[in-house]
C-alpha cells in the first residue's frame, strides 16, 4: 500500500499498538505520525512501514493544511475523533 500525507494508519507493532494516528511524512520506508495527544507535531514518530496498518481514508484538509505549514495538534485530535466515531 502506497502512504500518502494526511491518511489514516493504526499502529501493528510497539506499545502504541492499536492506536490510531495520521501521517504527516513519508520517507525511505518509514512514516513520520502524530495523533495530537502523545506524538505531537513537534516530535512525530518514526514507524516502519511494515508497522503501520494503512487505510483508505485520507484527510484531504490535513494533507493541505501540512503543505502549508498551518497544522495545528488541536486540528489532528478533532479529525481524528471525527474519522474514528
Known amino acids: 500500500m502506497e502512504y500518502c500525507v494526511g491518511q489514516l494508519v493504526r499502529s501493528k507493532a510497539g506499545r502504541d499498538k492499536g492506536s490510531d494516528f495520521i501521517v504527516l511524512k513519508v520517507e525511505n520506508g518509514y512514516v513520520y505520525v502524530a495523533d495530537?495527544?502523545?506524538?505531537?507535531?513537534e516530535n512525530p514518530k518514526k514507524k516502519k512501514l511494515k508497522h503501520v496498518q494503512g487505510s483508505y481514508t485520507v484527510s484531504?484538509?490535513?494533507?493541505?493544511?501540512?503543505?502549508?505549514?498551518?497544522?495545528?495538534?488541536?486540528?489532528?485530535?478533532?479529525?481524528?475523533?471525527?474519522l474514528n466515531s
Open 60 to 82: 484531504e484538509d490535513i494533507a493541505r493544511q501540512a503543505a502549508e505549514g498551518t497544522l495545528e495538534n488541536y486540528k489532528i485530535r478533532n479529525i481524528l475523533a471525527q
Open 36 to 41: 495530537g495527544r502523545m506524538r505531537r507535531l
